[in-house]
């Protein structure tokens, strides 16, 4: 059972969020079109050695959806801010496909935050990315989507879904994917999920790559989960990222998809914990990543 969900106002727009347990702080950030949900099988399993916090992102879940800004800085913005409401000096990040992207913003521009970078199944590290994410930034695809996510057939597919539910059969990935495209039915939602793929997605694929700036990222422990049978991110991102981010540690789960937090709970929390308990936190500013941007951009270096 995921923690409580509570509210806070942003610049004066509610924003949902999850905060239980005691300990070092661990801040979970979900996909596009998720919502802090997508932990609610981790959460209990973390609760008595860390303080979680698992935000709904602007634009998502219970949280508020303005017209605004859905960039990747916008989000790190959000979440920056959302920690210092909270009085969280500190976190190690968890991310997991878009929400690795917002991690990796994080990191990059506030790396004082960031006590480790956990990349699960992550957006922003290469253009590959599924056919129907590519397809959802088509101009006019939100006027699409009630056509493809009709009302009727959310209601359908849920009360079916709580039906096999009930007798005990976990679909895992299924389910999680059905619930966040379910909530497309719905206008504003359909509104703020189009303004967000479409800040890191076009017709071509991602458009948004970290991997130009991951040395930035080589001081800070960095763990990268994902699936094998990953059919939304290929895993070979996991492998280019590993490569990119000298000292990161690489765990890819067998027979998992894009969800490895809900198909594999218990390996994704015992290689989550594992990571924390053999690294210690960086301590980054902004000097670290001012030394380091000058010596990537003084030739004499290479």
Not at 257 to 281: K, M, N
Request: proline content about 6%.
């Amino acid at each position: 059972m995921e923690g409580q969900l509570q509210h806070v106002s942003i610049h004066g727009h509610d924003m949902a969020y999850r905060m239980e347990g005691r300990g070092p702080a661990l801040l979970l950030l979900h996909g596009i079109a998720g919502s802090s949900r997508t932990w609610r099988d981790v959460i209990p399993l973390l609760t008595d050695r860390f303080t979680v916090i698992a935000p709904d992102l602007m634009g998502h879940g219970l949280s508020e959806k303005p017209v605004g800004d859905y960039s990747l800085g916008a989000f790190a913005s959000g979440i920056r801010d959302l920690l210092e409401v909270l009085d969280i000096d500190r976190a190690s990040v968890v991310g997991q496909s878009f929400g690795g992207g917002v991690a990796m913003q994080l990191a990059y521009q506030h790396p004082e935050l960031c006590d480790r970078l956990v990349l699960v199944d992550s957006g922003g590290l290469g253009r590959e990315v599924n056919w129907m994410l590519r397809f959802m930034t088509l101009p006019g695809s939100e006027y699409l989507m009630p056509l493809i996510f009709p009302g009727f057939v959310r209601d359908w597919g849920d009360s079916l879904l709580r039906s096999i539910n009930d007798r005990g059969i976990r679909l895992g990935r299924f389910t999680e994917m059905w619930s966040a495209y379910a909530s497309l039915a719905e206008a504003e939602n359909r509104q703020a999920f189009a303004r967000t793929i479409r800040s890191v997605i076009d017709p071509g694929g991602q458009t948004v790559s970290a991997m130009d700036r991951l040395y930035l990222a080589s001081p800070m422990p960095t763990l990268i989960i994902w699936g094998d049978r990953d059919d939304i991110i290929p895993v070979s991102h996991a492998h280019a990222a590993h490569q990119a981010i000298p000292g990161s540690r690489l765990v890819i789960i067998e027979g998992v998809g894009h969800y490895p937090q809900i198909e594999a709970p218990e390996q994704f929390v015992t290689a989550l914990v594992d990571f924390v308990d053999s690294t210690e936190p960086a301590r980054l500013g902004a000097e670290d990543r001012q030394r380091m941007l000058k010596e990537r951009s003084d030739p004499s270096q290479h």
